[in-house]
């Protein structure tokens, strides 16, 4: 099975020799910051489209239905993508998975000439295999490839990056309609277009990110000893998700991560501004999300000195905010200003509605930054936390895809929001139960990291031999 390009024998169990710098190519910090500028070009980009409500058109219904279908098949997708990624690699997973998002911009391009809905909704479900391919590959890379005690700031790394991309996609459409003022409607074909410039720069970038055998954190350690899996071996290890306890405990969290964004964007950004002001509206809230991130990295790394009391208090932190902040949005949704707003033209009434979109993103990043943390919490080694994430992923999508389609039955807005508030309350007593029956202190992580195990191998027949060699540029293991 060979060795890797620093000559290291892979069959070993030993460790390779610690190194200090946190930029070499192959060093988990390198990593998980190419991984978040492929997503700040793909799903950071995607993000910013959605942000605009209905896609950037005046009727929301062939985003509603094309944001089903792709939540649809990204809920079997994002369950299956950890074995996937398992058997490919993160080069063909993640190419594979980023190149479906330029198609679903592109079908906008196109429903924005000729109003025909066919063309997105198919993207979306095309969107939906490929996201749950890559956010799978993601979850990977960002759960196990940094240090046991710093998830929670390199999850932090990786998100701003991310969502860095939210930003900038904010302000493509806000420039771009900035002298379009309160008449128009949907956005031009200029916005679609330069969302496609950047998905395809992350698509090809795709190609940079190193499979977790090949990672080596500082202490010397590998991110996997898995050097081959299978089809049947991951058919396995995903069906027994379903009644393995710690993902149930996580389904709540895991159906109400995604579930409150058609609120978030189609009946307050929306309907309650115009849109040059819902294109700078995306620029704050996916720049609030980096700063919660942020936050919520250092709380879960960084307050206290047990690992398991970091876990608490960040889910008590996240559960007091975003108690606040729903709260907010209900009395503001009981008193919807009677006009639309925009940034320049509706003066202190503007405030409250901007500052409530703004808190939207700051609970988001610190939700799911919080989640992250505490799937990574589970397990050290990708092969793992590939298929947690891809359970996590799976769960979230179908819960996004019921809840575009509650939109599209016109289910009224407050109706919405009081659902929303009531699942994410539902998953914090759940995920205080999982740390404290399931999380390990952080000497007791790093002992396991140490003393490594021998190799998991699936010894390949003589045909796969002959393949392995083929395609070992690809990594399709």
């Known amino acids: 099975m060979g060795s890797d390009p620093n000559g290291n024998n892979q069959e070993s169990g030993t460790q390779i020799p610690a190194s200090s710098s946190l930029f070499r190519y192959n060093s988990p910090l390198v990593q998980v910051i190419l991984i978040g500028l492929v997503c700040f070009c793909c799903p950071g980009m995607f993000n910013a489209l959605s942000g605009m409500g209905g896609g950037g058109q005046v009727n929301s219904t062939a985003s509603n239905n094309s944001l089903t279908a792709l939540y649809t098949t990204f809920a079997i997708f994002g369950i299956l993508g950890g074995g996937i990624y398992n058997l490919l690699g993160p080069h063909l997973t993640l190419f594979a998975g980023c190149s479906t998002y330029v198609l679903y911009a592109g079908s906008f391009l196109y429903y924005n000439h000729y109003q025909h809905q066919a063309f997105a909704v198919v993207s979306g479900a095309i969107l939906g295999v490929g996201a749950g391919l890559l956010w799978a590959a993601e979850g990977a ?9 710093r998830k929670g700031t390199y999850i932090s790394i990786f998100w701003s990056i991310f969502n860095m991309g939210g930003v900038i996609g904010g302000l493509i459409p806000f420039f771009l309609n900035y002298h379009r003022g309160d008449t128009a409607a949907s956005v031009n074909d200029g916005t679609y277009i330069g969302f496609m410039a ?53 389904v709540p969290a895991s159906w109400s991560s995604n579930f409150f964004y058609t609120y978030q964007f189609n009946h307050v950004n929306k309907t309650m501004f115009t849109l040059r002001t819902r294109g700078l509206n995306n620029v704050f809230y996916w720049g609030a999300q980096m700063l919660g991130s942020v936050g919520i990295g250092y709380v879960m790394d960084f307050s206290f000195k047990s690992r398991r009391k970091r876990g608490l208090v960040g889910i008590l932190v996240v559960s007091i905010l975003g108690t606040g ?33 703004f808190s939207f993103g700051l609970l988001d990043a610190m939700f799911q930054s919080m989640v992250y943390w505490v799937i990574g919490s589970l397990a050290n080694d990708s092969e793992v936390l590939s298929r947690y994430t891809g359970f996590y992923k799976g769960i979230q999508s179908a819960g996004a895809a019921v809840a575009w389609q509650i939109d599209n039955h016109k289910v009224s807005a407050k109706t919405q929001l009081t659902v929303s508030w009531i699942l994410t309350t539902i998953s914090y007593p759940m995920l205080l139960v999982l740390v404290l029956m399931a999380v390990k202190e952080d000497k007791g992580e790093e002992q396991e990291v140490v003393v490594e195990e021998p190799v998991k191998q699936v010894v390949p027949s003589s045909a796969d031999n002959i393949n392995n060699h083929s395609n070992n540029g690809f990594d399709a293991k």
């Open 325 to 357: 902040i729903w709260a907010g949005a209900l009395a503001n949704q009981i008193k919807t200003p009677p006009k639309v707003l925009d940034f320049k033209d509706s003066g202190d009434s503007f405030a409250g509605p901007f500052v409530l979109y």
């Open 141 to 149: 890379i960002m759960t196990s490839y940094p240090p046991v005690n």
């Open 198 to 250: 950047f998905m395809s720069v992350g698509t090809v970038l795709s190609l940079a990110i190193l499979p977790a055998r090949k990672v080596v954190r500082d202490d010397g350690t590998r991110c996997t000893n898995m050097l081959y899996s299978n089809v049947g071996t991951e058919a396995i290890e995903i069906a027994k998700l379903f009644y393995n306890w710690k993902m149930l405990l996580m």
